[in-house]
């Protein structure tokens, strides 16, 4: 049994920062990408930045120079550094991660999701 749990979310005023976290535990042999992803009311979830386990990581263009996404291996986390916000970056934000739970065994787990509120 493998779970992410999330924390960091909240209410800023534009241009202000949040840092969100998340932690997986259980049944892990591994965490391979890592990612966050968000969902505005009435919108697709879309993605917001993932990461290798090597590290390399990719951005939405609407958040590239404003958001940094981190992981921490040994610790099995992935925080975002959310700077500048905006009043669209208002969400809910869901940490994804693929988890090996055997040397052949991959799965998604997500996040319960955290609520991030930028007020203008």
């Known amino acids: 049994q493998v779970q992410l749990v999330e924390s960091g979310g909240g209410l800023v005023q534009a241009g202000g920062s949040l840092r969100l976290s998340c932690t997986a535990s259980g049944n892990i042999f591994r965490t391979d990408d890592m990612g966050w992803y968000r969902q505005a009311p009435g919108k697709q979830r879309e993605l917001v930045a993932g990461i290798t386990r090597a590290g390399v990581t990719n951005y939405a263009d609407s958040v590239k120079g404003r958001f940094t996404i981190s992981r921490d291996n040994a610790k099995n986390t992935v925080d975002l550094q959310m700077n500048s916000l905006k009043p669209e970056d208002t969400a809910v934000y869901y940490c994804?991660?693929?988890?090996?739970?055997?040397?052949?065994?991959?799965?998604?787990?997500w996040g319960q999701g955290t609520q991030v509120t930028v007020s203008s």
């Open positions: 994804k991660v693929v988890i090996r739970e055997t040397f052949t065994y991959a799965r998604d787990y």
